[in-house]
């Protein structure tokens, strides 16, 4: 008898920052080296409304593309790290081909939308596993809320507070609570 398994492809959305973060984690030289946003910030979607060539430590952009879900926090982390957008997205995929991610393709660090960005339920929960297990990544994740320091542009710093706990009253489930999150469109 042979069995077949449908795994459905769907658009991971901002899910996709949690690639973008391990990523960025496992390849930065320094987690505190400072991210320029450049000239060209990305404004679509969520944003953390950081301003043209503003300047932070790579862990407070962590937390702010994480947490806030800021899309123009996960450009300028790509193009620090990546090279460029596109140069990053590459890296992605071939994470994701070391961890048996068979039904995605990523064609940013955002998840905003292209039909050729894709993932699946199996393969985000093969991502979420194996980067709950880097310390640095799950202190991001579990945080309600975090403040940077002074940059270049925000001289009292920045606080950014998850959408993942913002509509939680409650954070129990039946058999435990939830620690962390990643929320996507």
Same mark, same amino acid.
């Given at each position: 008898?042979?069995?077949?398994?449908?795994?459905?492809?769907?658009?991971?959305?901002?899910?996709?920052?949690?690639?973008?973060?391990?990523?960025?984690?496992?390849?930065?030289?320094?987690?505190?080296?400072?991210?320029?946003?450049?000239?060209?910030?990305?404004?679509?979607?969520?944003?953390? /409304?950081?301003?043209?060539?503003?300047?932070?430590?790579?862990?407070?952009?962590?937390?702010?593309?994480?947490?806030?879900?800021?899309?123009?926090?996960?450009?300028?982390?790509?193009? /620090?790290?990546?090279?460029?957008?596109?140069?990053?997205?590459?890296?992605?995929?071939?994470?994701?081909?070391?961890?048996?991610?068979?039904?995605? /393709?990523?064609?940013?660090?955002? *998840?905003?939308?292209?039909?050729?960005?894709?993932?699946?339920?199996?393969?985000?929960?093969?991502?979420?596993?194996?980067?709950?297990?880097?310390?640095?990544?799950?202190?991001?994740?579990?945080?309600?809320? /975090?403040?940077?320091?002074?940059?270049?542009?925000?001289?009292?710093?920045?606080?950014?507070?998850?959408?993942?706990?913002?509509?939680?009253?409650?954070?129990?489930?039946?058999? *435990?609570?939830?620690?962390?999150?990643?929320?996507?469109?």
């Amino acid at each position: 008898m042979q069995v077949i398994i449908f795994v459905a492809q769907a658009y991971p959305a901002s899910t996709t920052k949690i690639m973008t973060c391990i990523l960025a984690i496992e390849n930065a030289a320094d987690i505190n080296e400072i991210v320029n946003t450049g000239s060209d910030v990305e404004k679509r979607g969520s944003t953390c /409304h950081f301003s043209r060539n503003e300047e932070m430590p790579l862990i407070d952009m962590l937390y702010g593309m994480m947490m806030f879900s800021g899309n123009d926090a996960a450009k300028a982390i790509a193009e /620090h790290i990546g090279g460029s957008e596109s140069g990053f997205a590459e890296m992605m995929n071939k994470k994701a081909q070391r961890l048996g991610m068979k039904g995605t /393709h990523f064609c940013d660090t955002t *998840g905003l939308h292209d039909p050729d960005h894709y993932s699946t339920v199996r393969d985000i929960a093969v991502l979420l596993k194996y980067a709950l297990k880097n310390d640095t990544f799950r202190e991001i994740i579990e945080s309600p809320r /975090h403040s940077t320091g002074v940059t270049n542009i925000h001289p009292s710093g920045i606080t950014y507070y998850s959408t993942m706990f913002k509509n939680l009253s409650d954070t129990s489930v039946t058999g *435990g609570k939830i620690l962390g999150g990643k929320t996507g469109y």
